[in-house]
């Protein structure tokens, strides 16, 4: 009479339901059942279920770390560049207030850095009040706050700053920079105004551009421009 079949070793079916639903566990139970059969003396069978649980869980963790690679700094770089959003957003909101400041001031404001800038964390925007000598004298306005230009309370990835120049400051540039990873190459986003009609932003970009690489010089006028394209 031939010797009856080995009966499969249920925990070695539950290592290869395991390695389907979650590869890490279904690798150690795997590993648990295939020394239990082992050490059954052929009392139980299912060796290859054990074995192809482990063999799933490692493909598993290989194509999970190949997804991974792919994914993660992809998800990083589109979080960057969705942020990055922000200083066009911004800008084009300072360049609308600063416009209407001129047609009651017949100047511009040349703004103090404020807000965030330093990290891929907001920073608070808490500019100075708008001194009471910017009511007769344009060069004493000095404030995003003169401009009844606000933004969120919870801040901003960037750091804003105006300049401006002419004997009644009839051109503005405005900078926005951040560091949106961190490495120290910060990027630079601007609005310059061009009343005479030259193309390119006229007045000079404010220290904040500067002192991240940003000279300004050809960047057009009327529009949100990349100062410095491959930095975030």
């Known amino acids: 009479m031939p010797d009856p079949k080995p ?14 639903a979650c590869g890490p566990i279904g ?8 020394m239990q059969i082992r ?16 063999v799933m869980s490692v493909v598993f963790f290989f194509i999970a ?3 991974a690679a792919i994914a993660i700094p992809n998800f990083v770089r589109y979080k960057m560049r969705s942020r990055q959003a922000e200083p066009r957003v911004v800008l084009t909101q300072v360049n609308a207030g600063q416009e209407m400041f001129a047609m009651i001031n017949h100047g511009y404001v040349a703004a103090a850095p404020t807000g965030g800038g330093a990290s891929d964390e907001r920073g608070p925007w808490n500019p100075a009040a708008c001194a009471d000598a910017c009511k007769a004298d344009v060069s004493a306005c000095t404030s995003f706050a003169c401009l009844s230009f606000d933004m969120d309370p ?3 990835y960037f750091r804003y700053a105006c300049a401006t120049v002419g004997g009644e400051a009839d051109d503005f540039t405005c900078a926005a920079v951040g560091d949106l990873d961190g490495d120290g190459d910060k990027s630079v986003f601007l609005f310059g105004s061009d009343n005479a009609g030259r193309g390119t932003i006229v007045a000079p970009v404010p220290a904040i551009a500067k002192a991240a690489g940003c000279t300004g010089q050809g ?8 100062c410095k394209p491959k930095a975030f």
């Open 219 to 226: 960047q057009p006028a009327g529009e949100v421009v990349n």
């Open 65 to 67: 770390g190949i997804l």
């Open 154 to 156: 919870g801040g901003t």
């Open 39 to 54: 050490k059954s003396q052929g009392q139980l069978g299912g060796e290859g279920l054990a074995i192809a649980s482990i």
């Open 7 to 20: 009966k499969t070793s249920t925990l070695a079916i539950i290592a290869l339901i395991l390695a389907i």
């Open 27 to 34: 690798a150690l139970v795997g590993v648990i059942a295939l």
